[in-house]
């Protein structure tokens, strides 16, 4: 019995000593979690170190009106009538008021406005409007068309609001209903690498006194700053020369080095060069692709979500880049002449090949889109200037500047449509020969073969359908147009140009038959 108890309370006791030891071990005094993520999360909370001004840049990088093709629709000349507008913008309570601009476009401009805040100031506030100057039975009056309102935080170097890192119409552009804007907000920086100083101290580890936009540390070719900006961890290496999130043929290497033309990596564009073709002699037309021409395709593929870039003589480009007279041919240049790919080999720089397109307007009358390397890449446009062409094709007859601009602007989505995967294999509707009379039938049979071919390819409401090209058509269809129809904007593929070509036009071949 007693040695029962004995036993029992030794146990007891054991136990007790075991618990207490357990708690000894286990036990931890509650921790304060906001001072332990204050701990880790800020090692230095200054926004701007001492003898440093505090202030917001805010950059006006291109201003684009929409609506131009409105105009060249109506009858008459009021398409020569070019909108009249100006910006207004309040940064963090300062007003800054643009100059009147009298175009549809600025171009790639950088204007640029700085504001000074308070020291330590977190977020500043930025609201941009644009008005156009309309008239009025008696003087003019402005009206807003436009505007969009964003927070600039001074610690993390983002905006958010209108606009927003990975929103829908891409970082620091706005697509708005009446006018596409592009912009930027920075803030003075001690390093000048864009990077904010609180987030060199907290986010990255960086130096804040050492600029970033020349280290590379994780040697993938692309800068702190750059892969910084566009949300990629500098300290990881990317592939950056096979890495194209937006899927528009852009690695993120080229669109690091197109950002002056305002690439954005997970934002489709398409980028063209142009060359024109010098005249024969004082009378003839010019063989030019119009601003006019290219705005009007801009505004085609903005609802899309795609923004047209087309170098026709940029400052600051290559030496042999856009905007360069060639020398005269009469003749159709077709693809396999020779001609277009002494062209393309030195007049279209090497290191925009893969990146831009390549067109050149030539005085046949013929357009097409064809490979003119050996890797059969399909990036050359040819597209004509030539009154064959206006009074052949088009109905009614392109005899005025007016009808010309909307012909030219047709014939540059049409063979950009070629560009980006449209062609006749995939739809038999598109360049459809019989409509044209291109066979050799008897003269009635061909008439008969051709009106069967645009009666059964009516539904197929595209510019890549010779019929509705010659209509003034200029758009894709969207393959909602009945039996026939089809989806062309659900199929393009912005990558196209770099692939193979699925034709192999070549030397002897007869490309208008």
Not at 144 to 162: A, H, L, P, Q
Not at 313 to 335: A, D, H, K, M
Request: aromatic letters at 14%; a negative charge; one cysteine or more.
């Amino acid at each position: 019995m007693n040695k029962t108890v004995i036993l029992i309370t030794s146990v007891f006791v054991i136990c007790i000593l075991v618990g207490s030891v357990y708690v000894l071990i286990f036990y931890k005094e509650p921790v304060d979690e906001e001072k332990t993520i204050e701990k880790t999360k800020t090692v230095d909370n200054t926004i701007s170190p001492d003898n440093t001004t505090q202030g917001v840049f805010l950059e006006i990088k291109r201003i684009h009106k929409k609506g131009i093709e409105e105009e060249f629709r109506k009858i008459g000349n009021s398409w020569k009538k070019k909108p009249t507008f100006h910006f207004e913008a309040i940064v963090d309570d300062g007003l800054w008021i643009g100059d009147d601009f009298n175009d549809w476009d600025t171009g790639y401009v950088g204007w640029e406005s700085l504001k000074d805040v308070e020291d330590e100031q977190e977020t500043a506030t930025v609201g941009f409007k644009i008005f156009e100057t309309k008239k009025k039975l008696i003087g003019t009056e402005d009206i807003e068309m436009e505007s969009f309102d964003v927070i600039y935080n001074f610690k993390t170097g983002r905006w958010s609001g209108d606009d927003s890192f990975n929103d829908s119409d891409g970082y620091g552009h706005i697509n708005g209903e009446n006018y596409e804007i592009w912009f930027s907000l920075n803030q003075f920086d001690v390093d000048s690498d864009g990077i904010p100083y609180w987030t060199e101290n907290n986010v990255l580890g960086t130096d804040p006194w050492v600029d970033d936009s020349k280290l590379d540390p994780d040697n993938d070719s692309i800068p702190t700053s750059w892969e910084w900006k566009w949300g990629y961890d500098p300290f990881k290496t990317d592939n950056h020369t096979t890495l194209d999130p937006d899927l528009d043929g852009l690695e993120n290497i080229e669109e690091y080095k197109m950002e002056k033309w305002l690439a954005n990596p997970f934002y489709k564009e398409i980028y063209c060069e142009v060359d024109f073709m010098e005249k024969g002699h004082f009378y003839e037309m010019e063989h030019v692709l119009w601003k006019e021409s290219q705005w009007m395709v801009m505004d085609r593929y903005s609802p899309h979500f795609i923004t047209l870039h087309v170098d026709d003589g940029w400052p600051g480009g290559p030496t042999n880049g856009g905007g360069e007279y060639l020398r005269y041919i009469p003749e159709t240049i077709e693809p396999a002449s020779g001609i277009s790919s002494e062209f393309y080999k030195y007049h279209f720089s090497d290191e925009r090949k893969g990146v831009f397109r390549y067109i050149f307007i030539q005085a046949g009358e013929i357009g097409w889109n064809a490979a003119q390397d050996s890797d059969w890449h399909p990036d050359t446009l040819s597209l004509p200037a030539s009154r064959k062409l206006y009074i052949k094709m088009m109905r009614p007859i392109a005899v005025t500047p007016r009808l010309q601009r909307l012909t030219m602007a047709i014939c540059f989505i049409h063979e950009m449509g070629h560009s980006l995967g449209i062609t006749y294999d995939v739809i038999n509707g598109c360049d459809n020969k019989s409509m044209v009379g291109r066979n050799d039938l008897p003269p009635l049979q061909k008439l008969k073969v051709k009106i069967d071919a645009i009666n059964y390819w009516d539904t197929y409401e595209s510019v890549m359908n010779y019929n509705k090209f010659g209509h003034y058509v200029m758009d894709y269809s969207d393959g909602s147009h009945g039996v026939h129809d089809f989806d062309d904007w659900g199929f393009i593929d912005l990558t196209y140009f770099q692939e193979k070509s699925r034709s192999k036009y070549g030397i002897g071949d007869d490309y208008k038959h």
